[in-house]
T-cell receptor, first 107, second 114 residues
Framework: GQSLEQPSEVTAVEGAIVQINCTYQTSGFYGLSWYQQHDGGAPTFLSYNALDGLEETGRFSSFLSRSDSYGYLLLQELQMKDSASYFCAVYGQNFVFGPGTRLSVLP | DAGVTQSPTHLIKTRGQHVTLRCSPISGHKSVSWYQQVLGQGPQFIFQYYEKEERGRGNFPDRFSARQFPNYSSELNVNALLLGDSALYLC?????????????FGDGTRLSIL
């Protein structure tokens, strides 16, 4: 089977850095993706890691360690608009999304 | 360019009824996936279609079915609706079925079962 674990909630202040971790168990693994979803909105793609290491896209970075079945999303220079739910997703046999981490950014 | 469009946006049904949800992918995208999202949880994979063939199926009962048309649009059908089917149904399209392709989600159909 396939399962993912993420912290349920994270709180940080504007301008801070926050890391959202994701561990996964999957039969067959091609890569780890991250999606952002604002309340009432659709998930939007943030990043994809197929190989070990760090991928940087602006204020967001994503890391993958295939040997540890672990990845994280790093958000820098937090802004109020970053308050949302963040999902890691594994593509193995199918796409499997994690339960989501609700990020609250405080002024 | 238009994004992924889903219809209807909201739907209210009663137990035992049948529902059809529709999805039009981004132009040029050949893969369409369907997800069910219950409030406070992550999207749960239902189906993936690519080039009009089912390429993946999640852990959902046979009451759930789907198809993809020659223009790559897709329908999700749910029979014998149960209260537990109340959820947001999301459609996502991507260029192809490879996992490195970003999935672009529509705004979803919110289905309420009374």
């Amino acid at each position: 089977g396939q399962s993912l674990e993420q912290p349920s909630e994270v709180t940080a202040v504007e301008g801070a850095i926050v890391q959202i971790n994701c561990t996964y168990q999957t039969s067959g693994f091609y890569g780890l993706s991250w999606y952002q979803q604002h309340d009432g909105g659709a998930p939007t793609f943030l990043s994809y890691n197929a190989l070990d290491g760090l991928e940087e896209t602006g204020r967001f970075s994503s890391f993958l360690s295939r040997s540890d079945s672990y990845g994280y999303l790093l958000l820098q220079e937090l802004q109020m608009k970053d308050s949302a739910s963040y999902f890691c997703a594994v593509y193995g046999q199918n796409f499997v999304f994690g339960p989501g981490t609700r990020l609250s950014v405080l002024p | 360019d238009a994004g992924v469009t889903q219809s209807p946006t909201h739907l209210i049904k009663t137990r035992g009824q049948h529902v059809t949800l529709r999805c039009s992918p981004i132009s040029g995208h050949k893969s369409v996936s369907w997800y069910q999202q219950v409030l406070g949880q992550g999207p749960q994979f239902i189906f993936q279609y690519y080039e009009k063939e089912e390429r993946g199926r999640g852990n959902f009962p046979d009451r759930f079915s789907a198809r993809q048309f020659p223009n790559y649009s897709s329908e999700l059908n749910v029979n014998a609706l149960l209260l537990g089917d109340s959820a947001l149904y999301l459609c996502a399209s991507s260029l192809d079925r490879r996992g490195n392709q970003p999935q672009h989600f529509g705004d979803g159909t919110r289905l309420s079962i009374l």
